[in-house]
């Protein structure tokens, strides 16, 4: 009884071993030519990369702090609250120094986008 328990046992573990080693070989045995990689369509952008693309194209002509605040609510999935477009704009208009009637335009203007 002890030696068909024991060869059982054996048999297991070896069928275990066999099947794993006849794994490795057929996955790492199988590359793909370069040839093959470079002729595949280019894969379907992520939502996150659209979303990066399109919010770049209406950042236009922005730079620094400006285009940054923008980014950071376009990227976002929630939409900027009247609050943060105002604190965004009023540290635009105040790093322009910008006063009466152009802060006045600016302001208004910032607030529309």
């Not at 297991?12 to 093959?36: E, R, Y």
């Not at 770049?56 to 950071?72: I, L, S, T």
């Amino acid at each position: 009884m002890k030696k068909l328990l024991t060869l059982s046992a054996l048999s297991l573990v070896l069928s275990f071993g066999a099947a794993h080693a006849a794994d490795t070989p057929a996955k790492a045995a199988a590359p793909v030519p370069a040839a093959a990689a470079s002729a595949a369509p280019a894969a379907e952008p992520t939502k996150q990369q659209s979303k990066m693309g399109t919010c770049n194209k209406e950042a236009g002509e922005m730079k620094g702090d400006e285009r940054k605040a923008f980014m950071k609510t376009c990227l976002s999935n929630k939409p900027a609250t009247q609050q943060d477009k105002m604190k965004t704009c009023n540290a635009d208009a105040k790093a322009k120094t910008l006063k009466g009637d152009e802060r006045k335009a600016f302001m208004s203007e910032c607030l529309k986008k």
